[in-house]
T-cell receptor, first 114, second 115 residues
Framework: GAVVSQHPSRVICKSGTSVKIECRSLDFQATTMFWYRQFPKKSLMLMATSNEGSKATYEQGVEKDKFLINHASLTLSTLTVTSAHPEDSSFYIC??????????FGAGTRLSVL | AQSVTQLGSHVSVSEGALVLLRCNYSSSVPPYLFWYVQYPNQGLQLLLKYTSAATLVKGINGFEAEFKKSETSFHLTKPSAHMSDAAEYFCAVSPLRGGAQKLVFGQGTRLTINP
């Protein structure tokens, strides 16, 4: 099956710093990638949808300037959490779609902001 | 608009017993329906999907789900639970056609298997 690699798996940072999370489709070209946030014992909340070469579409309530998304190629999307604060601590998961109806998920990144 | 309700945030069954995880959906257009499984600190793995073909869908690890339009349900079952089935299970819906194929997830059901 299709593989999506997400890096890093865990990151701890100081408040005020920025953190970049990478999402790569390893064996397919992803026309669309999605970024989700998952709070403890909660469901996944879609943050944004990104298409290669165009601006990401953010869900209502998600700050564009806070969560910068770049989808520079058909195999790579990045999420940058800018000026991170403790309330940004969460589990972030990306997924990628090759054009069909299935999203393939990365293993997630646990962000802890001190 | 689509939405998903998973009845029961926590289900506990004995090893070898039937597993039944409930999912009801709401959709203004014909939906795709999915079940995903998440193990601790991992991403989601697709168990099975319904895309308007056969209403009884078989997935991996012995799981299956039946699409019932009249009941707007897509319950997940497995005849005999294994210890390795302990995980979080998510039901999800997306529109059958058009749009960005965004997934809307249910709240999740944590499945515990008792020895």
């Amino acid at each position: 099956g299709a593989v999506v690699s997400q890096h890093p798996s865990r990151v701890i940072c100081k408040s005020g710093t920025s953190v970049k999370i990478e999402c790569r489709s390893l064996d397919f070209q992803a026309t669309t990638m999605f970024w989700y946030r998952q709070f403890p014992k909660k469901s996944l909340m879609l943050m944004a949808t990104s298409n290669e070469g165009s601006k990401a579409t953010y869900e209502q309530g998600v700050e564009k300037d806070k969560f910068l998304i770049n989808h520079a190629s058909l195999t790579l999307s990045t999420l940058t959490v800018t000026s991170a604060h403790p309330e940004d601590s969460s589990f972030y998961i990306c997924s990628a779609r090759a054009g069909g109806d299935i999203q393939y998920f990365g293993a997630g990144t646990r962000l802890s902001v001190l | 608009a689509q939405s998903v309700t998973q009845l029961g945030s926590h289900v506990s069954v004995s090893e070898g017993a039937l597993v039944l995880l409930r999912c009801n959906y709401s959709s203004s257009v014909p939906p795709y329906l999915f079940w995903y499984v998440q193990y601790p600190n991992q991403g989601l793995q697709l168990l099975l999907k319904y895309t308007s073909a056969a209403t009884l869908v078989k997935g991996i690890n012995g799981f299956e789900a039946e699409f019932k339009k009249s009941e707007t349900s897509f319950h997940l079952t497995k005849p005999s639970a294994h210890m390795s089935d302990a995980a979080e299970y998510f039901c999800a819906v997306s529109p059958l056609r058009g749009g960005a194929q965004k997934l809307v997830f249910g709240q999740g059901t944590r499945l515990t298997i008792n020895p």
